[in-house]
């Protein structure tokens, strides 16, 4: 990995301990700060790549989700996407970030949308990388099938499960259907280093990594686009599921741009358009 140098911190919240991942020295440059979202399944790590190759020139600040990652499970049974929206703002507060571009990945571009719309004065630009606008029976079928509860067993097939979620979702979508019609189009099969590192960020959060996955899914994802207060860019990134989405999205938020790129481009795509 080239770049910045990543480093962690926790910041103490009324809602617990929140974990976080930055880079980059706040007040370096003229370049506004970035606070990145990350989506599910997993934490920043996830972001780290990102992290790293932005940071070299910028403020980089990126959050796990309460319930994901290092930081402590929500204090609610089942937090919204606004409450995730609110515990990014305060680690924006705790880093004395002012005024920030916005990322978000999946899960995470939802979280942002609500940052943006709650606090457009602290939006420079605001970038969407993957946006679920499924039709409600789908929304539906997902709160029931996607990410359900994890429930340890003496067998250990909780474990089996995880493996199997973790490595079929860049090769079938919805993971848990694999037919040929629910291939992911260029999907490939990740390496067992790849899948047993991203299966045990799930595990060690069995408890309540699908929370946020609910929360994505119960969200008026459709309705609050419409009402978003500034332009956005949807990253229509090749081998994403949901980049079938990208052009819908955009044309619900008001000066909606799409941007079509590679996984291995994204840091560069990024940099160009905070940069423009």
């Known amino acids: 990995m080239t770049g910045a140098a990543v480093d962690r911190a926790f910041v103490r919240l009324p809602e617990g301990l929140v974990h976080y991942r930055h880079a980059g020295v706040a007040g370096a ?43 402590d499970p929500p204090p609610m049974a089942q937090p919204d996407i606004a409450f995730y929206a609110k515990t990014l703002v305060a680690v924006m507060d705790h880093e004395g970030l002012d005024v920030v571009d916005l990322y978000g990945h999946h899960t995470g571009a939802q979280v942002v ?16 990388d ?13 709160l029931q099938r996607y990410a359900p509860p994890i429930a340890p067993d003496a067998a250990g097939e909780h474990m ?37 590192n991203r299966a045990a960020e799930v595990l060690k959060v069995w408890s309540t990594y699908h929370l946020a996955y609910q929360a994505a899914f119960a ?19 090749d081998r994403d599921p949901l980049a079938r989405y990208a052009q819908e999205a955009a044309a619900l938020i008001p000066g909606g741009q799409v941007l079509s790129t590679s996984a291995p481009q994204r840091a560069s795509t990024l940099r160009d358009f905070l940069d423009g």
Request: aromatic content about 6%; hydrophobic content about 45%; overall charge negative.
């Open 113 to 128: 949308c609500e940052v943006a719309i709650a606090h457009p004065h602290r939006v420079r630009r605001l970038v969407l």
């Open 130 to 142: 993957g946006l679920g606008l499924f039709p409600d029976d789908l929304r539906a079928e997902f």
């Open 219 to 237: 969200h008026d994802l459709k309705g609050r686009l419409s009402v978003l207060p500034m332009s956005a860019l949807v990253l229509q990134v």
């Open 160 to 196: 089996m499960w995880v493996w199997e979620f973790i490595s079929q979702t860049t090769q079938h979508f919805p993971h848990y259907l694999r037919d040929a019609e629910h291939m992911v189009e260029g999907g490939a099969a990740l390496p067992p280093p790849v899948v047993t």
């Open 29 to 71: 440059g003229d370049k506004v700060p970035l606070v990145m979202a990350h989506g599910g399944p997993g934490s920043s790590a996830g972001l780290q790549p990102l992290i790293a190759a932005l940071g070299s020139d910028r403020r980089v600040v990126a959050p796990d989700m309460m319930g994901n990652g290092e930081s």
